[in-house]
């Protein structure tokens, strides 16, 4: 045991069973004790009434450093009779105050003033920090800094784009487009096309970013300067100017009149783009169910781009699933490592799609998946446009079906 000398006591904090004994008396008795004398002898050797088992809960503090916090001492307390250390080294506290230095969350008065402080100045510099970034957000996507589109130059597929967005996005009072990643419905068939869809529209700068955004949907580099926004988590301002009234406009963005002899070309062109990431995507959800992980590069667009032009997307949803299914077959039977199953699908398709033409196959059309739900554009050009809302999926999305569309 280390020597204790008297000056080390810290006698303020002597419990109040020992207060009888000297400083002497006191040095004596703890060294007895941690000697390993017999408890119940030294109560009755020093006179002391409390239970032996709370004889080592009187003893004072004993001195170890200085406080941080105040003039007092800080103090460790004796060592249970079983240790080989007089004290409990890493248990250090001011008598006083109450500090704790051996916790991280000391609940002394100090130390919860200094955090209250911390805190504060926390608040204070993420306020500033918010303060700088609005004034970023506001000197960037200002909307007077636009000159507004004029509704007359706005194609007839910026129209569709348009009005696709606001059904799917628009607030309540017609100021403004929610963020994209809260429509419940899907926007499109495919992210990418929807993608493709908003970036036109923000590179015309039809769309603006609206300054009433969640922060956080913008993106700010190490030095707090603005370098960019996520396109889903916006909100934005639609930067037209009316011919006349700006709810009118919304109106006429919402209910769009077509002439649909004099678009032709570009509805083919949506329908083409629809009906291709349907495919896509039930191609996708597919090989993932089966734990493939194909990469889409120009043989699978080529491929699904090609099969359009004579099946429709039911058709082709059967050839994919088809091809599918006995890739997973032979990859199951051990014929082929899961890499080349894998490989097989597209060829598959391909494959059978020409097997169809040559043998003038009665390939029945598949019904769409509920995990696929229809978009918000297919029901727009199909519904309220074509006033075919069914036909389309399973018609192949050529010219002259189009027009056959239109006639009946």
């Not at 004796?78 to 250390?85: G, L, Y």
């Not at 059904?167 to 068939?189: A, N, Q, W």
């Not at 970036?199 to 603005?226: G, M, W, Y």
Request: glycine fraction near 2%; aromatic fraction near 8%.
């Amino acid at each position: 045991m280390n020597y204790l000398s008297p000056d080390k006591l810290i006698t303020e904090t002597i419990g109040e069973e020992l207060e009888h004994l000297s400083e002497n008396q006191l040095i004596d008795l703890i060294t007895k004790y941690k000697n390993g004398n017999n408890v119940e002898n030294l109560l009755k050797e020093f006179n002391i009434n409390v239970r032996s088992t709370m004889l080592v809960r009187s003893f004072p503090l004993v001195r170890v450093g200085k406080c941080p916090n105040c003039p007092a001492d800080l103090g460790c307390s004796i060592a249970n009779k079983t240790s080989k250390e007089l004290l409990n080294q890493r248990k250090e506290e001011c008598w006083n105050c109450g500090h704790k230095s051996y916790i991280s969350n000391c609940q002394c008065s100090t130390c919860l003033f200094d955090k209250e402080q911390e805190r504060i100045q926390a608040e204070t510099n993420m306020q500033a920090e918010l303060k700088r970034k609005k004034e970023a957000i506001n000197r960037e996507f200002c909307i007077e800094n636009y000159n507004k589109v004029d509704e007359h130059s706005l194609t007839l597929k910026e129209k569709i784009s348009i009005c696709t967005i606001l059904r799917c996005c628009l607030s309540e009072d017609g100021k403004y487009i929610k963020p994209i990643k809260t429509s419940i419905e899907p926007v499109t068939s495919h992210q990418d096309l929807t993608t493709q869809m908003i970036k036109h529209l923000i590179a015309r700068e039809i769309l603006i970013p609206s300054v009433e955004s969640d922060i956080n949907a913008f993106v700010f580099d190490e030095t707090n300067i603005l370098s960019s926004y996520y396109t889903y988590e916006v909100k934005y301002i639609l930067n037209i100017q009316p011919t006349d009234k700006f709810s009118l406009l919304i109106e006429r963005l919402l209910y769009l009149a077509i002439d649909i002899d004099q678009g032709v070309e570009v509805l083919l062109s949506i329908w083409k783009d629809l009906a291709f990431y349907e495919v896509l995507s039930y191609f996708l959800y597919q090989m993932n169910d089966v734990g493939y992980q194909p990469n889409i590069g120009e043989v699978t667009k080529s491929t699904f781009i090609k099969l359009l032009e004579n099946f429709s997307v039911g058709q082709v949803f059967n050839i994919v699933l088809r091809a599918v299914s006995n890739s997973t077959r032979a990859y199951q039977s051990g014929e082929y490592t899961k890499k080349h199953a894998m490989n097989m699908v597209v060829a598959s398709c391909r494959n059978q799609g020409e097997k169809a033409i040559a043998e003038n196959w009665d390939l029945k059309a598949y019904n769409r998946i509920k995990q696929l739900p229809e978009s918000e554009l297919s029901k727009l050009l199909f519904t309220a446009i074509l006033k075919k809302p069914y036909m389309a999926f399973n018609m192949a999305p050529t010219f002259d079906n189009l027009l056959n569309l239109n006639a009946k």
